[in-house]
């Protein structure tokens, strides 16, 4: 069984202008790996499935517990804003307590908190559940995929794809669970995911060595340093707009297609993941090397941007709505990889660091968006929210744009080597 090092925190001067990390030259097949890495990809399979799993349930919890839509949005915005918050604690808690217990304790939490949201009587007592249900979430995200670099065999490279098809298997997966366990009760995937991640935490308990404190303590003020470098700051204000509008589309989805059910709408949601993982790991970096990080992210976002125009506009037309949902996940793949391998190069920081500003800004700013969203449909019409998400979104590409050249010439500058801690810990930037 292999051992997981905590790896120092150092970086190449190897040029390039992507930001990747590149692994070592280690050979081997992807799928021959350590116990331990199995154990916590499984769990990284549930963790992501918590993103899109309530999806199909919404109305019906909006239906049981007489709930307004802007109400049961805030499923999302209570989960993010408190995951946003918690980035920021998150390298404090696991350079002192080692990987391990921090990935046990953010399991722990998120059993806890699923279970009680599946008891819950009130929508305000889900929404409060779903919160905690984020602290141990992003306990959990922040720490897995640096154990599953350290800990797996082969290149870093085939560490990182073993992650993202963990990432883009639970994305898509959450909503068919919902779908499928929402049609017994919309308790029922609160219960699923509880149960699951039991599983996980006692396959990580067995399987994943311990692993010690690392050499250097961070402290909650390195995050926010690190937003003075303009880079960072730039893509991170980028990401909340990219935010706002993949939020919207999760929270506005199902109520703008009042006829369809549970089922319905997980299979929608399924297609929408299955797009999203399949960009993430093959479209993005195709992309990336034919025409550049900064070029290929303004192209995904500006076809975002129109996919939420378009559903705006045509609204009351469901294939319309259905398809922009679903052509939306390849966007959104893309444009999530290549948010990833820009913050790996917008700073010179260590790489956790940049991680936890970016994640803070990103998804404490986001947050707002399902709300905002629905208080707007619930006023204006189904067609509203896609004008909002549509919006922010626009804003980010203008963002982008004013700030293109300096981001290009951060990326060409960066170091495209890290040590599989630093490449690990920034990935999970984009797990949301």
């Known amino acids: ?35 331990a890495v199995w154990a916590v990809a499984f769990a990284c399979v549930i963790a992501f499935m918590g993103i899109g799993l309530v999806d199909p349930i919404l109305k019906e919890i909006a239906s049981q517990l007489e709930a307004t839509p802007s109400q049961v949005s805030l499923l999302f915005t209570s989960y993010m804003a408190v995951m946003g918050v918690s980035m920021l604690v998150t390298g404090v808690i696991s350079t002192r307590i080692g990987a391990k217990r921090t990935l046990l304790i953010g399991l722990a939490i998120i059993i806890v908190f699923a279970a009680l949201a599946g008891l819950s009587g009130s929508v305000g007592a889900v929404i409060g559940f779903r919160a905690g249900w984020g602290l141990g979430n992003a306990l959990f995200i922040a720490t897995a995929l640096s154990t ?35 049609e017994q009760s919309w308790r029922g995937p609160f219960f699923g995911v509880s149960v699951l991640m039991t599983i996980a935490l006692v396959a990580t308990a067995i399987f994943l060595p311990a692993t010690p404190p690392a050499a250097r303590r961070t402290s909650l003020a390195d995050p926010f340093r690190a937003l003075r470098h303009p880079a960072l700051a730039l893509v991170a204000a980028v990401a909340v707009a990219y935010n706002l509008g993949f939020f919207t589309l999760l929270a506005a989805g199902p109520f703008a297609l009042p006829d369809a059910g549970i089922m319905q709408i997980g299979w929608i949601f399924f297609g929408w993941g299955l797009l999203l993982a399949f960009t993430s790991v093959v479209g993005a970096p195709w992309l990336q090397r034919h025409i550049g990080t900064v070029p290929a992210l303004l192209g995904a976002l500006t076809l975002f941007a129109v996919d939420l125009i378009t559903m705006a506009v045509l609204s009351d037309v469901a294939a319309v709505v259905v398809v922009g949902i679903v052509v939306a996940g390849a966007f959104l793949g893309v444009i999530n990889t290549l948010v990833t391998e820009a913050v790996m190069g917008a700073a010179p920081v260590e790489r956790p660091v940049a991680s936890a500003a ?6 404490t700013g986001g947050a707002v968006g399902p709300y905002v969203a629905l208080k707007l449909a619930e006023h204006e019409g189904a067609g509203a929210p896609f004008w909002f998400g549509g919006t922010a979104v626009a804003v980010g590409v203008v963002i982008l744009l004013a700030g293109a050249g300096l981001l290009t010439r951060t990326l060409h500058a960066a170091p495209a080597a890290h040590s599989p801690a630093e490449a690990a810990a920034e990935l999970v930037g984009d797990a949301g």
């Open 1 to 35: 069984m292999t051992t997981v090092h905590s790896a120092p925190s150092t970086t190449a001067s190897t040029g390039g202008s992507s930001g990747a990390p590149d692994g070592p030259s280690g050979g081997g097949s992807l799928l021959r790996q350590p116990r």
């Open 148 to 182: 599953i670099v350290s800990a797996s065999a082969g290149s870093l490279a085939q560490a990182i794809i073993l992650f993202e098809a963990a990432l883009g298997l639970g994305i898509a997966s959450g909503p068919l669970v919902g779908g499928l366990l929402g």
């Open 358 to 363: 970016y994640s803070f800004v990103r998804f």
